[in-house]
């Protein structure tokens, strides 16, 4: 693998991490507690994979330049910042979620994973979009 096939990685750990959360959320939903943290916490390890990759990536490519014009470069870019904004302000979020829940204090954990969950499901999704935009438009 080198360094051209790691926004194609990043891409599938991102979808990967989104599948994750919906597995997770319909277990959880369906009291399958068990299956909920294993889900959660698949997500949280394709989530971990794919920042390292990402920085790996950035390191060596640098910054890459959006070449597309018109309405898909707003719609690119109103992608891209929401993103970017969201990726930075998840994290803690994950980490005090995974706190509350490894401590077993599920009423708090429950509080913040209502806000936590939609927020990490955007960050996952929009990372695919970034990437089909940037890499296959």
């Given at each position: 693998?080198?360094?051209?096939d790691l926004p194609t990685l990043n891409a599938i750990?991102?979808?990967?991490s989104a599948v994750c959360l919906l597995v997770g959320w319909c277990?959880?939903?369906s009291g399958r507690r068990e299956g909920h943290r294993r889900a959660m916490l698949a997500a949280l390890a394709c989530s971990a994979v794919f920042l390292a990759s990402y920085l790996l990536y950035h390191a060596q490519a640098g910054s890459v330049r959006f070449t597309g014009e018109g309405p898909l470069r707003t719609v690119y870019f109103t992608v891209l910042i929401s993103h970017t904004i969201l990726a930075v302000v998840i994290v803690p979020l994950v980490l005090l979620t995974l706190a509350r829940a490894l401590?077993?204090?599920?009423?708090?954990?429950?509080?913040v994973?209502?806000?936590?969950?939609?927020?990490?499901?955007?960050?996952?999704l929009s990372g695919v979009a970034v990437y089909w935009m940037l890499y296959r438009l």
């Open positions: 693998m080198s360094a051209t750990l991102n979808a990967s277990l959880i939903r401590r077993g204090r599920f009423d708090a954990h429950r509080r994973a209502r806000l936590t969950l939609p927020l990490w499901g955007w960050v996952s």
